[in-house]
């Protein structure tokens, strides 16, 4: 089974603390995803990656920013963590050709983020 | 306009119930669909792709309507072991995936 391990479950940090989160998937996948997830919002895309040091912006790219520089690994940074970026960061996996997706995402199971 | 709607619930079944949720989706371009299954506090797990002609597996069924845009999970003889949420995915016409914010079951003994 395809496996995706994102760094830390749990983090707290202080409001303007420079945070990263990492990602690494184990089955060579070319696309990687980062999400959060808010109550009634669902998961929302931030930025996504179909290769090495390729990155898109998603819906809310807004105080993030990413580093493809390895293809299993993708890696996530606030700049400066605010209190609204409190929330679950949800890293993805997927396989396809180019920047086409086949088949679903796998996720890693999550970092519940607190920025205080 | 959401990209994906789905009625948030929460559905409280009965076991042994059979349950259906919808889900709509804006995008008539759109190319996949997925049912993901989230339990409290974990990850979203890949429960079932949607294909055209609906497919199913073991208890549940997945339908795709493409002219009126939605998509439909059944599950049939509810488990307790079911209770979840349930979020439909849309895959667009590039590289975009697109989540309900999920549909919560609770099944009751």
């Known amino acids: 089974d395809v496996k995706v391990t994102q760094s830390s479950r749990y983090l707290v940090k202080r409001t303007g603390e420079k945070v990263f989160l990492e990602c690494v998937q184990d089955?060579?996948?070319?696309?990687m995803f980062w999400y959060r997830q808010d109550p009634g919002l669902g998961l929302r895309l931030i930025y996504f990656?179909?290769?090495?040091?390729?990155?898109e912006k998603g819906d809310i790219p807004e105080g993030y920013s990413v580093s493809r520089e390895k293809k299993e690994r993708f890696s996530l940074i606030l700049e400066s963590a605010s209190t609204n970026q409190t929330s679950m960061y949800l890293c993805?996996?997927?396989?396809?050709?180019?920047?086409?997706?086949?088949?679903?995402?796998?996720f890693g199971s999550g970092t519940r983020l607190t920025v205080v | 306009r959401k990209e994906v709607e789905q009625d948030p619930g929460p559905f409280n079944v009965p076991e042994g119930a059979t349950v259906a949720f919808n889900c709509t989706y804006s995008?008539?371009?759109?190319?996949?669909f997925f049912w993901y299954r989230q339990d409290c506090r974990k990850e979203p797990k890949l429960l079932m792709s949607?294909?055209?002609s609906g497919n199913e597996d073991g208890r549940f069924t997945a339908q795709l309507n493409r002219a009126s845009q939605y998509i439909s999970l059944l599950i049939r003889d509810s488990k307790l072991s079911d209770s979840a949420t349930y979020l439909c995915?849309?895959?667009?016409?590039?590289?975009?995936?697109?989540f309900g914010t999920g549909t919560s079951l609770t099944v009751i003994p």
């Open positions: 993805a996996s997927g396989t396809g050709t180019g920047n086409i997706i086949r088949g679903g995402y796998t």
């Open positions: 089955m060579d996948h070319e696309n």
């Open positions: 990656s179909y290769d090495v040091k390729m990155k």
């Open positions: 995008n008539s371009a759109s190319q996949s």
């Open positions: 949607v294909y055209s």
């Open positions: 995915v849309v895959r667009g016409t590039g590289n975009q995936f697109y």
